[in-house]
């Protein structure tokens, strides 16, 4: 059981930046696709990026392309998500997820068997 535990959310002012992490309590954490979604109120969950576990290719939703980085480092089982010139759109609860092994499409949430509990973003206009 992969447990997934996500820091650095917070308040900031548009234009501003995050970073968000992703600690995995997993060994073989670089054998898991990892991602970060995001679910604003009343929105149903949406896919942000995410990092292949096989070749290190990061895919981004349209929406954050140019503006967010995702990296991993194996050797301490955690991901980060560079958030930079924030939007006040961007709010929301962003969730890390992964899956093992995976073939299946990253951008899609039903790819993934384990998640976080959630750190909440709030960019003010």
């Known amino acids: 059981q992969v447990q997934l535990v996500e820091s650095g959310g917070g308040l900031v002012q548009a234009g501003g930046s995050l970073r968000l992490s992703c600690a995995a309590s997993?060994?073989?954490?670089?054998?898991?696709?990892m991602g970060w979604f995001r679910q604003a109120p009343g929105k149903e969950r949406e896919f942000v990026t995410a990092i292949s576990w096989s070749d290190g290719n990061t895919y981004y939703a349209d929406s954050v392309k140019g503006r967010f980085t995702m990296s991993r480092d194996n050797g301490k089982n955690t991901v980060y998500l560079q958030m930079n010139s924030l939007k006040p759109e961007d709010t929301a609860v962003y969730y890390c997820?992964?899956?093992?092994?995976?073939?299946?499409?990253?951008?899609?949430?039903?790819?993934?068997?384990?998640w976080g509990q959630g750190t909440q973003v709030t960019v003010s206009s």
């Open positions: 997820a992964a899956a093992r092994f995976t073939r299946g499409e990253l951008d899609h949430k039903e790819t993934y068997g384990y």
């Open positions: 997993e060994r073989t954490f670089s054998m898991y696709a």
